[in-house]
C-alpha cells in the first residue's frame, strides 16, 4: 500500500520561502511522476509542478521563476522549494504519486502566505 508522508508547510509572511517535502513508501523502483498540487478555499485543486524520474519537469504559469521541483529517486522523496510567496499561494498544498496503475494522494500540508 503505498503511503505519502509531507512535511514543510507553515505560516510565512510574504516574500518569504518554505520548503515541502513529500517521501514515499510501498512503492519499489523510481517513480514515473512525483507532483505537488495546491486548493485554496473555495477553488479547484491545482497542478503546481511535477516531476517525472528522469527529471522533466512542468509548472503552473503562476509559479514560474519562484518554485523549483526536485526529487531523489534513491528516497522516493520529492521537495518543492517555494520562494518568494505571495498570499495568493496560501493553500493546502498535496503530494501526489503517479506510477502504473498508482495514483496516490497525501493528505496535505497547509501553507499560508501573510501580507
Known amino acids: 500500500q503505498v503511503q505519502l508522508v509531507e512535511s514543510g508547510g507553515g505560516l510565512v509572511q510574504a516574500g518569504g520561502s518554505l520548503r515541502l517535502s513529500c517521501t514515499a513508501s510501498?512503492?519499489?523502483?523510481?517513480?514515473?511522476?512525483m507532483g505537488w498540487y495546491r486548493q485554496a478555499p473555495g477553488k479547484q485543486r491545482e497542478l503546481v509542478a511535477d516531476i517525472t524520474s528522469r527529471r522533466s519537469t512542468s509548472y503552473a504559469d503562476s509559479v514560474k521563476g519562484r518554485f523549483t521541483i526536485s526529487r531523489d529517486n534513491a528516497k522516493n522523496t520529492a521537495y518543492l522549494q517555494m520562494n518568494s510567496l505571495k498570499p495568493e499561494d496560501t493553500a493546502v498544498y498535496y503530494c501526489n504519486v503517479k506510477h502504473f496503475a498508482v495514483n496516490s494522494w497525501g493528505k496535505g500540508t497547509q501553507v499560508t502566505v501573510s501580507s
Open positions: 510501498g512503492i519499489s523502483g523510481s517513480i514515473a511522476v
